[in-house]
Each structure stands twice: as structure tokens, then as C-alpha cells.
């Protein structure tokens, strides 16, 4: 018997879902719980499963094994039409052959709403979305992103309690793109609707989500806020996968030091740590200092310019740290324009930076 109890505050609750295609394991165990009114983003590279997880809550895929708890309704079993949600895809899926209007009324017409009923309520929706004057023109005549609204707002014209968002924005160019997930996040702030985001996309998981679940190979890897997942990564995957990172090998040494080859760095070491273990150390290229050197003790650094790229508002440094051993590890740093035209470096120059302890996370070896 499946464990039927789930949090006071969950609106859905996967429980032991797994998911195999023939002796291929596409999800491994899921338990999860989302609150009601959040966004909850999955976020992880092609393959990881976070498709499938939404398909499978959509009903559109079967899991293997485990429970879907949605609003306290065991909805397992159930076909697609007897779930409560509304869903856009990457590709609009809009109906060509219908109006604007007619493809936004088009679950209200299923369900036997009145005409007056209907055309007021997409009304209603096209203005929600800012294409109040479009219901009369054809999918074709309308550009990328304002397909992608009107996807909206069919997802949301019979007022489901779970709106699913499966790589919405990533067919639009950069610019549309920043300006969509504003607008639905702010749409979805204010209709408080549950909703589940799946994206490749970091910035779009970070700019957007009330929360992110990081996933890898069929598994979470993580479960947290944006600043959590970004600055407290708990897995090297968790914290390779989300942001530029610096991840060096080291060696644990004594009295809480680390050996970066010839270089030495302090920090806290996870518990359990042995000198002489072998670990991962993490921080992220904004962390590197170049100022008040002399504020950061022990974890003063010499590395050289390899190359610099010009990134807009700042700048990335790649340096090489040499190593006695006759290996050199490669790091980042990111410095603001006025560093730069500070400090003036070049490649070939050699420049003296600081890392501070609190920034850095050690990863053990698995």
C-alpha cells in the first residue's frame, strides 16, 4: 500500500515514482512535494527525465510504479481529461485552421460552456495576456511569442488548479524570451496558480522559480530556492551544472588547509574529512577578489592571465594556478569594468587575487 499522506501545504505529491522503458531507467524513485501557489521549476540537461516527470503527472505517460496526490485526489490512473490542469508546449500546439479566439475557447467548447459564457471569458484571457484585439486573426498571422501567449491562455481558460509549462519560451529569441518569463511570472503571481516549469535554460530557472529541483540521470539531485541551488549547491553536479563554477582538485591538509598543488587555502572541511583525502573545492568566478587583498588571510593566490572576455557589464578572467607537480589548474574570476580598468591585466601578466573561506565548498570524492 502506497503512502497516501502528504504535507499540509502540498498541492501535489509524487510519491516513489519510477518510470523504465524496457531495461532503461528513465526516473529512479521521485518524491516530491509542491506547495500550493508556487512555481516549481525542473531543471537538468536533455535525457535527465524532467519531461517525463511532467508527462507523467500530465497522464501522458504511465509511471511503473508510485502515487500522484493532487489536491488530496489520487490521481494515478486517471486519463489526461480527468486531471486538473492546463498545459503549454515548446512548439504552441495551436490549431491553425482556428482563430486566436476560437483556439483559447477551445476546452471551454468541450466542456458545453454557454456562447455568452465562452466569448466573455476569453475575452477576458486575450486581455490577461495583452492580445485583447487578436481574436479574430489565425495562429500565422501572429508572431512567436504572441503564439506563445495565446497557448497561455488556453492552458488557463477552464481555471485548472495545476498549470504544466514544458520548455515554453525555448523556440523564441533571447530578447522575447526575457520579456515572456516577466510576464508569466507576474500572471502567475497573480492567479496564485500552482505551477510546474521544465527548462534547460539556468537563467530561466533562476529568474523565474519559487523553488528548483535539480535533476540527473532519472534523480533530484537538489531541491531548493534559486539563491539555495546557486550558492549552496549540495552535489559537483548540482554546482557544475547551474552557473559558470570553478571546481579544482585539492588535498586535504592539516588544521583545516587545503593544498591546490603548491598552493594552500583555508576553509571548513565537511565532517568526516582525512588529511591527505582528495576533494573537489567550489566557488563560483564572482567570488575571486581583487581588492582589499590583505582582508582574506591565507587565502591570497598568484595566478596568471591566460585570456580575457569581455562580457558586458563585466569581464572573465581565465588564469592558470601553477602546481608543483608540473600541472597547472585553470580558474575563473569575474571583475567588474571598473577592476579591469583598474588593474589593467594582460595575458602573460600575473596577478594576485583572493578567495574568502566563506565562499568556498568542498565536495568529497564519491
Known sequence: MQNMTARHDSYLSLQ?????????????HIDLEVRQGELLCFLGPSGCGKTTLLRII????????????????????????????????QSYALFPNLTVAD?????????????AQR??????????????ERGGQYPAQLSGGQ?????????????????????????????????LRGEIRALQQRLNIT????????????????RIVVMNQGAIEQIGTPAQIYQRPSTPFAADFVGRTNMLAARVGGDGELHLGGTRMRCATPPGCCTDESVQVFFRPEDVCVRGIEQHGGNVLDA???????????????????????????LY???????????RPGAGDLLRLAIPADRIRIFRQA
Not at 516513489?16 to 529512479?28: D, E, M, P, S
Not at 534547460?200 to 529568474?207: G, K, N, P, T
Open 119 to 132: 466569448l466573455e471569458r476569453v475575452a477576458e484571457l486575450l486581455t490577461m495576456v495583452g492580445l485583447p
Open 333 to 343: 574570476a569575474d571583475l567588474s569594468l571598473n577592476d579591469l580598468h583598474d588593474l
Open 16 to 28: 516513489g515514482i519510477q518510470k523504465r522503458f524496457g531495461g532503461f531507467t528513465a526516473l529512479q
Open 147 to 179: 503564439q506563445q501567449r495565446v497557448a497561455i491562455a488556453r492552458a488557463l481558460a477552464t481555471s485548472p488548479g495545476l498549470l504544466l509549462l514544458d520548455e515554453p519560451l525555448s523556440a523564441l529569441d533571447a530578447r522575447v524570451r526575457g520579456r
Open 304 to 330: 596568471t592571465v591566460d585570456k580575457i572576455e569581455f562580457l558586458g557589464a563585466f569581464s572573465r578572467l581565465t588564469l592558470r594556478l601553477p602546481d608543483t607537480g608540473g600541472h597547472c589548474a585553470t
Open 195 to 210: 505551477t510546474i516549469l521544465v527548462t534547460h535554460d539556468q537563467e530561466e530557472a533562476l529568474s523565474m522559480a519559487d
Open 58 to 89: 500530465a497522464g501522458l505517460e504511465s509511471q511503473s510504479a508510485g502515487t500522484i496526490i493532487q489536491a488530496g485526489r489520487d490521481i494515478s490512473t486517471l486519463p489526461p481529461m480527468e486531471r486538473d490542469y492546463g498545459i503549454v508546449f
Open 103 to 115: 483556439n483559447v475557447a477551445y476546452g471551454l467548447v468541450n466542456r458545453r460552456m454557454p456562447r
